[in-house]
């Protein structure tokens, strides 16, 4: 059984860091390409990150450049989301999901995460 499970996501400042995690299971991490989205009130699920093997790393949200990481422990089988300088703009549902290539959008990937709130208070 696939499963992807979020974590990290808080209640923090203006200003300040989260590092989110999804735990990979079920399928052979090496193979498949780990994206992660937000969703905030109101609003549309939108593509924020993602990470391959045969991509790398890529970001699609112009505000997140330079302030926010992808990385991959694929002895962990664990994709991280390191979240600086965050701002209220950031405030959302965070989700992984996995799929086999990358893709800013939502309705291409297979496999999604529960999600992980993230609340940046001005």
């Known amino acids: 059984e696939v499963q992807l499970v979020e974590s990290g996501g808080e209640l923090v400042q203006t200003g300040g860091s989260l590092r989110l995690s999804c735990a990979a299971s079920g399928f052979t991490f090496d193979d498949y390409s780990i994206g992660w989205f937000r969703q905030a009130p109101g609003k549309e699920r939108e593509g924020v990150s993602c990470?391959?093997?045969?991509?790398?790393?890529?970001y699609w949200i112009d505000s997140v450049k330079g302030r926010f990481t992808i990385s991959s422990d694929n002895a962990k089988n664990t994709v991280y989301l390191q979240m600086n300088s965050l701002t209220p703009e950031d405030t959302a549902v965070y989700y992984c999901?996995?799929?086999?290539?990358?893709?800013?959008?939502?309705?291409?990937?297979?496999?999604w995460g529960q999600g992980t709130q993230v609340t940046v208070s001005s």
């Open positions: 999901a996995a799929d086999r290539y990358c893709s800013d959008r939502h309705y291409f990937f297979e496999f």
């Open positions: 990470i391959s093997s045969t991509d790398g790393s890529l």
